[in-house]
């Protein structure tokens, strides 16, 4: 099927409070075009690099998402132009966004990655820290970010329980902290799990393969 008929199957799937990300890393402009044209505003980009060159040739409305892991010297790079930070894994990097943010007076929409999964190569604070940071009122001294919901991957598995299992348990810290932190997103499910996500009460997903095709 075609990007825009793989859009149009998706969002009759996907109730109308869940935020679509279309996956957009390793696609070239005309694909996202294409996508962008059936009318999707929502990008996501996993590399610093790649984000900057599609910036520059795409349309200036897109909403572009860092949804991969982001190293601390590349935040002053994407600051200008960037709509939110999913992948926020660090307090030395959330430091490092309100710093920059600060010099370009902009507040900076951030969710915090939590590391949900068995798979030993996911980034994300553990339940224990993000708890702790959580409980205290840290966060309280940045002035230029806005935490506005979490982030989570399942195991790369095929044991829908194991998924499920991952994303309940983030569902229920999202559901601990929502009000004294005004917490709007859940993000979590890919194409292989987003419908399992959505049942944990996931609130936005990051679908690529499903609407791009399978990556090369």
């Not at 590391?115 to 993000?130: H, N, P």
């Not at 959505?198 to 090369?216: A, P, Q």
């Amino acid at each position: 099927m075609s990007i825009e008929k793989n859009l149009k199957k998706i969002k009759k799937e996907i109730p109308g409070y869940v935020t679509l990300i279309a996956v957009s890393k390793t696609k070239p402009a005309t694909d996202i075009e294409k996508a962008y044209k059936s009318g999707q505003l929502d990008f996501g980009e996993n590399k610093v690099q790649e984000l900057m060159k599609k910036v520059k040739i795409l349309p200036s409305d897109i909403k572009w998402h860092m949804i991969g892991h982001l190293q601390r010297n590349k935040v002053k790079d994407i600051l200008p132009i960037i709509h939110m930070i999913h992948s926020v894994d660090s307090l030395r990097l959330i430091k490092e966004i309100d710093k920059q943010a600060g010099k370009i007076e902009r507040k900076i929409s951030l969710l915090l990655q939590v590391d949900i999964s068995q798979d030993e190569t996911k980034y994300g604070f553990s339940f224990k820290d993000l708890e702790s940071i959580l409980k205290s009122n840290e966060l309280d001294n940045f002035k230029n970010i806005s935490i506005d919901g979490l982030m989570g991957m399942a195991s790369f598995t095929e044991n829908s329980e194991i998924i499920k299992a991952e994303f309940k348990k983030l569902s229920s810290l999202f559901d601990k902290f929502k009000k004294k932190y005004f917490l709007k997103y859940l993000s979590m499910g890919m194409s292989g799990d987003y419908k399992i996500a959505m049942e944990c009460n996931s609130n936005m997903v990051r679908l690529g393969s499903n609407i791009f095709g399978s990556r090369n």
